[in-house]
């Protein structure tokens, strides 16, 4: 239990600058139905992060078990260099 608390708490933090929580807290100041809005954006992160736990869960049992931790360094590896580059506008 302890586990599921520490990482949805983790989850929460992360997402709280993400530009959809802002877009959220944007329509949700703006239109009168705030529940609804709210409703929404919460049944679109438990569908977002459900899909996203079974793929993992999914990949885990395709993949080697020595390989996954070489492929989820190198796939942070990647990001990390594809950060160092700006956004060019065209």
């Not at 520490?6 to 600058?17: F, K, N, Q, R, W």
């Not at 993400?18 to 139905?33: E, I, N, P, Y």
């Not at 049944?43 to 899909?51: E, K, P, R, S, Y």
Request: charged share 10%.
């Amino acid at each position: 239990m302890e586990a599921l608390i520490s990482s949805t708490v983790a989850v929460t933090i992360a997402e709280i600058g993400d530009k959809s929580q802002l877009l959220s807290l944007f329509l949700a100041s703006r239109f009168t139905r705030r529940w609804a809005i709210i409703a929404g954006i919460l049944a679109a992160n438990l569908f977002n992060h459900t899909v996203s736990a079974f793929l993992g869960a999914w990949l885990l049992g395709v993949i080697p078990s020595r390989m996954a931790p070489w492929i989820v360094s190198g796939s942070f590896l990647l990001i990390a260099l594809w950060l160092l580059f700006p956004d060019r506008q065209e």
